[in-house]
């Protein structure tokens, strides 16, 4: 089940066009670059019900903080589903965001 989950993710999130690297770990890394940015979608999926962290220096190096996703086999397919389309919303409305 989680192996099923966490090739979900990563393939809706491809279809994304997001940034996932090779692993099928259960901790799925999303990075994004900016520190402000992470710590922004983080919030932003938050208000959402959606608990993801950012990762930001000194923990990784600087230009590289990201989201640490965590699947679980405790999550359903709707669920991962939910936060793909939460990621792919908030993600659009950050990008918008910082081309105005």
């Not at 640490?68 to 659009?92: M, N």
Request: aromatic residues 2%.
């Amino acid at each position: 089940h989680l192996t099923a989950l966490i090739a979900r993710f990563r393939a809706g999130a491809r279809a994304l066009g997001l940034p996932v690297n090779d692993s099928d770990s259960p901790i799925q890394p999303l990075i994004l670059g900016d520190e402000a940015r992470a710590l922004a979608v983080s919030d932003a999926l938050l208000a959402r019900g959606f608990l993801v962290g950012a990762i930001r220096p000194p923990t990784v190096a600087p230009g590289s903080s990201r989201l640490r996703i965590t699947v679980t086999a405790g999550h359903s397919e709707s669920q991962v589903d939910a936060l793909l389309d939460a990621l792919a919303d908030v993600l659009a409305a950050a990008e918008s965001r910082r081309s105005a």
